[in-house]
């Protein structure tokens, strides 16, 4: 009798055995895998740039005339750690057609940023700097703002003043525009 029983107990054994010899041989295996992502694109948009600004105005004898641009935003997606420059340049400013009337020369007007703030995903930002100047003539750009260092895709925004230095004699009253025209490389 006690053979008879060692047999079923032995049968189970081997039969669980080979059970769990097929599990083994199913196992999931890894799949490596991978994707690729292409730098994109450097942008500066202008909030104002449709509607234009009206600066500030005043009269007759004043010393000069400012106002904010609106907030410039320039988006970096290039993917890489080389930073911007962001420029602009101005025109004279001139009272229409009239060949009368005074216009404000471009080395008459003055460019600043203001305070550049930025923000990373989830990269290390890059070192974010304001610029400022008086433009030399119509060709010359004055630097806006820079981005140096950082990891990855960010964004930064500021909102500029302009300021535009009246002559001292020879003012005329009118409206006089001009064209600010900012970018990004």
């Known amino acids: 009798m006690r053979k008879a029983i060692i047999t079923p107990i032995v ?3 081997i039969g669980i055995g080979m059970l769990a010899a097929p599990l083994a041989a199913h196992a999931g295996t890894g799949t ?3 994707f ?4 994109g694109m ?4 202008a909030a104002n740039s449709e509607a234009g600004v009206a600066l500030t105005g005043d009269t007759v004898g004043a010393s000069s005339v400012s106002g904010q641009l609106g907030l410039v935003t320039v988006t970096d997606n290039q993917g890489d750690n080389l930073g911007w420059t962001a420029s602009v340049t101005a025109t004279t400013f001139t009272a229409g057609t009239d060949s009368n009337v005074s216009t404000i020369p471009v080395t008459s007007i003055s460019y600043a940023s203001g305070d550049v703030t930025g923000a990373a ?7 974010f700097a304001p610029g400022s100047g008086t433009f030399a003539d119509v060709s010359t750009p004055v630097t806006a ?7 990855g895709s960010s964004q930064a925004t500021f909102n ?3 300021t535009v230095q009246l002559p001292a004699y020879g003012q005329q009253a009118n409206t006089y525009a001009g064209t600010i025209t900012q970018s990004v490389a």
């Open 42 to 45: 450097l942008t500066l948009t």
């Open 36 to 39: 690729s992502l292409s730098g």
């Open 160 to 162: 500029p003043t302009l």
């Open 11 to 13: 049968a189970s054994v």
């Open 32 to 34: 490596a895998t991978s």
């Open 121 to 127: 995903g989830d990269s290390t930002p890059p070192t």
């Open 145 to 151: 703002a820079t981005a140096t260092g950082g990891t």
